[in-house]
């Protein structure tokens, strides 16, 4: 059985965000893949779910535009069945189950998902809990009592994971080693503060595991 108290939260760690050549290139997120690499291993060894999130996008998103403001408007990303919404090498979920935006899945068929190790919840906006129907019936089902969130951005995506979570009495850390913020939107962090939401090191995780 899964170590069911603790829940990996694996945001958006996606080719178009963390490769250079991505369409929506978050700058210096190639510098935290190496953390992002142990996350899922130690995810692995010590058999901890993971919610892995994804945009996956088609092109009349309403976050997608030809004249993006960078705050809540974007160039094309992740576009559905490209290579830029695939994850990267180092966060490819094992045999994942999928969690699609465009229909609402029965409570059997969300608790029948919730045996799989890996989750991947897939979103047509950044905040994972309006851009999927489902992914409050999924935490309801998974239940964690410690989330350990990480990946990109800081400022949008990993904000809307963490807010989420943290306003359902859930205990949450941020891997503050392995996340990575859009240049141009202010960060989070007095927000998080006020939600109880704690910022570890990767390197101090199992004290808190």
């Given at each position: 059985?899964?170590?069911?108290?603790?829940?990996?939260?694996?945001?958006?760690?996606?080719?178009?965000?963390m490769?250079?050549a991505?369409k929506?290139?978050?700058?210096?997120?190639?510098?935290?893949?190496?953390?992002l690499?142990?996350?899922?291993?130690?995810?692995?060894?010590?058999?901890?779910?993971?919610?892995?999130?994804?945009?996956h996008?088609?092109?009349?998103?309403?976050?997608?535009?030809?004249?993006?403001d960078?705050?809540?408007?974007f160039?094309?990303?992740?576009?559905?069945?490209?290579?830029?919404?695939?994850?990267?090498?180092?966060?490819?979920?094992?045999?994942p189950?999928?969690?699609h935006?465009?229909?609402?899945y029965?409570?059997?068929?969300?608790?029948?998902?919730?045996?799989?190790?890996?989750?991947?919840?897939?979103?047509?906006?950044f905040?994972?809990?309006?851009?999927?129907?489902?992914?409050?019936?999924?935490?309801?089902?998974l239940?964690?009592?410690?989330?350990?969130?990480?990946?990109?951005?800081?400022?949008?995506?990993?904000?809307c994971?963490?807010?989420?979570?943290?306003?359902?009495?859930?205990?949450?850390?941020?891997i503050?080693?392995?996340?990575?913020?859009?240049?141009?939107?202010?960060?989070?962090?007095?927000?998080?503060?006020?939600?109880?939401?704690?910022?570890?090191?990767?390197?101090?995780?199992?004290?808190?595991?």
């Amino acid at each position: 059985m899964f170590k069911k108290e603790l829940l990996f939260w694996n945001v958006d760690t996606q080719f178009d965000f963390m490769n250079p050549a991505g369409k929506l290139y978050v700058p210096g997120s190639e510098v935290i893949l190496p953390l992002l690499e142990r996350l899922t291993l130690l995810a692995k060894e010590c058999n901890i779910q993971v919610v892995n999130t994804a945009d996956h996008h088609f092109p009349d998103a309403k976050e997608l535009s030809e004249t993006p403001d960078f705050i809540t408007t974007f160039p094309p990303h992740c576009m559905a069945n490209s290579r830029g919404a695939n994850y990267v090498e180092e966060t490819q979920p094992d045999t994942p189950e999928f969690v699609h935006w465009d229909r609402v899945y029965s409570e059997a068929e969300i608790r029948n998902l919730t045996a799989s190790r890996n989750i991947v919840v897939l979103k047509d906006v950044f905040d994972v809990f309006e851009g999927n129907p489902n992914t409050q019936k999924l935490v309801k089902a998974l239940a964690p009592r410690k989330v350990f969130v990480y990946g990109v951005t800081t400022n949008v995506c990993v904000d809307c994971a963490v807010c989420g979570l943290a306003k359902q009495n859930i205990q949450v850390f941020v891997i503050e080693d392995a996340i990575k913020e859009l240049p141009n939107i202010p960060l989070p962090f007095e927000k998080w503060d006020a939600l109880g939401v704690q910022r570890i090191k990767y390197a101090d995780i199992t004290s808190y595991m």
